[in-house]
């Protein structure tokens, strides 16, 4: 079954200090890979993604994500966290079934960046 | 710039009522979502549809639950008759599937209070 874990459900790192948020995946297949930031009662937007190509994809906030195929993992990093990093973040994998493709989501890990 | 809209932003009903939800896609985007955020569960994908038909609707309650795009600039999501239970937040996202990645773009959300 293709899955994605998100082991941890809250992170919380102190303002200036690198942040990791981690995400593994099971998924038959290459996998396509996202990260989605939910702030408070707003949407999920959309980060960065893994296709092909380089293990190491950059994103929109300075933030960055290691694919290694061997751990199947996809961790979220940024190598200094800011307080309006704090919010709720997202894995996600793309899925096939037979009717098409769809996103699973992870259940989310909460970032919290004190100062 | 373009975005996901949603109505309405809040509702609040009593059980046994119908409750409809309305989202306008971004013009071009051949595929839409609805999902379901609650604490317990976390985002659920609840149906999804490309270039209006729908390709899966199997986290989706069949008995109170149905999703329809009119046209290609509106979607809806019905719940008749609606229970407590189904108080949440519900998403909906639209994507252009066939670009070569599942990118989406998620609307504002509808919270849903149904007492």
């Known amino acids: 079954a293709q899955s994605v874990a998100q082991p941890e459900d809250q992170v919380n790192v102190a303002e200036g200090n690198p942040l990791t948020v981690k995400c593994t995946y099971s998924v038959s297949g290459n996998p396509y890979l996202f990260w989605y930031v939910q702030y408070p009662n707003r949407g999920l937007q959309f980060l960065l993604k893994y296709i092909t190509g380089d293990n190491l994809v950059k994103g929109s906030y300075g933030f960055e994500a290691e694919f290694n195929k061997s751990q199947t993992s996809f961790h979220l990093k940024k190598p200094s966290a800011l307080v309006s990093d704090s919010a709720l973040y997202f894995c996600a994998v793309r899925a096939f079934n037979q009717a098409g493709t769809a996103l699973i989501f992870g259940k989310g890990t909460t970032l919290s960046v004190s100062s | 710039d373009a975005r996901v809209t949603q109505t309405p932003r809040d509702k609040v009903t009593e059980m046994g009522q119908e409750v409809t939800m309305r989202c306008q896609p971004i013009l071009g985007h051949n595929t839409v979502f609805w999902y379901r955020q609650t604490m317990m569960q976390g985002l659920e994908l609840l149906a999804y549809f490309r270039n209006r038909a729908p390709l899966d609707d199997s986290g989706m309650p069949k008995d109170r639950f149905s999703a329809e795009m009119p046209d290609a600039t509106l979607a809806t999501l019905k719940i008749q008759p609606s229970e407590p239970r189904d108080s949440a937040v519900y998403f909906c996202?639209?994507?252009?599937?066939?670009?070569?990645?599942?990118?989406?773009?998620f609307g504002p959300g509808t919270r849903l209070t149904v007492l």
């Open positions: 996202a639209s994507g252009l599937v066939g670009s070569g990645d599942n990118e989406q773009f």
